[in-house]
């Protein structure tokens, strides 16, 4: 058995290619369904979701490195010839179904590779190549853009595997010829057929598809965020300090990896003044819950086992401010989801006439605000929850 085509002949190098990809290819399109559909109310869902959806990630990488090995072998090789060639129609739509299934098997697993590489938390890829693309930023906008494209793009993958599937059917029962032969191993000649006759009629035809699909789902709105529930509008503060720059954000482990999320609405009240002998100021601070953004575990972040964001849309700390042995100290009460803890948070201030920058870490236990009960060890998700604080803010005139 030949290892290149010919024209009346499929070589082994190309059968294997042809069967390696739809054992990939089917086996991670099921994991993803089912994946999509299973609960992760408790710890142990979770668990096995994730498993499930990681699978699925990897899979769908290698899938992808064997396509592109698949198409750079299919470009020096002889195409044989369809066995129907006057039969102009079918002979049309079945070379226009393996161009979308070619591009299908770069484009959608890129698309979703994409995604994961463009947000952060969930399932990890399970290959030693890191979670990170090139060129790709940490970009929810990115992320949703691609999952969109994903998730579209994979029903086109879907429809086209059905198609060959069905017209491999048919030429093996209805047909009776040797369609099916000529990919399966063994001796099993096909016919003399004139030469693949090639032309653009099909590969246009099929990005004209796809790309009438990304506009399709663009027109509907199916690459913008939704987000679970709308932020808190938070009243505006007088202040002594008033903030012109500044982030809050969280760290938590997740599967043994960081994942980095911030909020985009918080104030802060500030009074301070150096020159007091023992409290030094104090500091109120209010953040909407409902604007943290935390990679593809946002919309599990505000449900009723972590913040809970529909019944305490804001935490707040309500802190004094002194010196400590090295820079100084907000001490005060931190409230999430109405449970108040206190909380020292140690920070750096540099204060050039009227403008100061100010830097401060602190590390909470999550369960202390009654955050993720059902993650009742460290499994899926570490305890600990760092928090950095980054801000810079001006003297308010007198």
């Not at 369904?33 to 769908?60: D, I």
């Not at 059902?374 to 929850?385: A, I, K, P, Q, Y």
Request: charge should be negative; aromatic fraction near 8%.
């Amino acid at each position: 058995m030949a290892a290149s085509n010919t024209t009346s002949n499929y070589g082994t190098i190309t059968k294997t290619f042809h069967w390696l990809t739809a054992l990939l290819i089917l086996t991670a399109i099921g994991l993803g369904a089912v994946a999509n559909r299973l609960p992760f109310e408790t710890n142990e869902q979770l668990a096995f979701k994730a498993q499930l959806f990681s699978y699925h990630k990897t899979l769908g990488v290698i899938a992808f490195c064997v396509a592109l090995g698949r198409i750079l072998w299919a470009i020096t090789q002889t195409k044989p010839g369809p066995l129907h060639a006057n039969r102009k129609i079918e002979t049309r739509l079945a070379e226009l179904v393996h161009w979308l299934l070619y591009i299908s098997l770069v484009a959608v697993p890129l698309t979703g590779w994409i995604h994961h590489a463009a947000t952060a938390g969930f399932a990890p890829i399970l290959l030693p190549i890191g979670q990170d693309l090139p060129l790709v930023p940490k970009s929810e906008t990115v992320s949703e853009i691609f999952a969109g494209l994903h998730w579209l793009w994979s029903k086109i993958l879907v429809g086209s595997v059905l198609l060959h599937i069905a017209g491999a059917i048919k030429h093996q029962l209805l047909d009776k010829d040797a369609t099916l032969r000529r990919m399966w191993f063994g001796r099993n000649a096909g016919p003399e057929v004139p030469e693949h006759s090639r032309d653009w009629i099909a590969p246009l035809a099929a990005i004209v598809i796809y790309i009438g699909s990304a506009g399709i789902g663009a027109a509907t709105g199916l690459f913008s965020h939704d987000t679970v529930t709308d932020a808190a509008t938070l009243e505006e503060v007088s202040s002594d300090w008033e903030v012109t720059a500044g982030e809050i954000g969280i760290t938590v482990t997740q599967f043994g990896s960081p994942v980095t999320g911030t909020f985009a609405d918080w104030t802060a009240a500030i009074s301070f003044d150096p020159e007091a002998e023992e409290i030094l100021g104090d500091v109120t601070t209010t953040i909407a819950i409902g604007s943290l953004e935390l990679g593809s575990v946002t919309d599990q972040a505000m449900g009723a086992d972590f913040f809970n964001v529909e019944n305490f849309p804001t935490a707040v700390f309500e802190a004094n401010i002194t010196s400590a042995d090295v820079g100084y100290q907000a001490s005060g009460m931190l409230t999430i989801k109405g449970i108040e803890v206190p909380v020292t948070l140690p920070f750096s201030l540099n204060i050039d006439g009227d403008t100061a920058q100010m830097t401060g870490q602190v590390s909470l236990d999550r369960r202390s605000f009654e955050i993720g009960q059902s993650m009742t060890d460290e499994t899926n998700l570490g305890f600990g929850v760092d928090v950095q604080i980054t801000l810079n803010a001006t003297r308010a005139a007198e």
